[in-house]
């Protein structure tokens, strides 16, 4: 029972900090850049449809990073992750 009560405890914090860097992501990636850039209203969707975990930006692999940007290529009008973000930083300082 007490391990039961472990692996709760676990998943509960995992969705708190998910539902953070969502909130983190979503400071960057606006509605806004996020229709005028993308297919997608929002950055959940774009993660949800490129199959992409959502986690930190700093924890992410080479490897998922690669595949990240396999998915901004297809799904924006960018062709890398960091241009992604950094072209939704810059319009968010605007």
Avoid: C, H
């Avoid at 995992?14 to 005028?36: A, L, Q, V």
């Amino acid at each position: 029972m007490e391990l039961k009560g472990l692996f709760e405890l676990e998943s509960a914090l995992k969705k708190i900090n998910n539902i953070d860097t969502i909130s983190r992501y979503k400071g960057i990636f606006s509605e806004n850049f996020m229709i005028d850039n993308t297919q997608f209203d929002d950055i959940e969707d774009f993660f949800y449809f490129g199959k992409i975990e959502i986690k930190p930006i700093k924890e992410y692999t080479l490897v998922e990073i690669w595949m990240i940007d396999e998915a901004v290529d297809k799904y924006t009008d960018f062709s890398t992750w960091e241009e992604f973000l950094k072209a939704a930083e810059l319009k968010g300082r605007t």
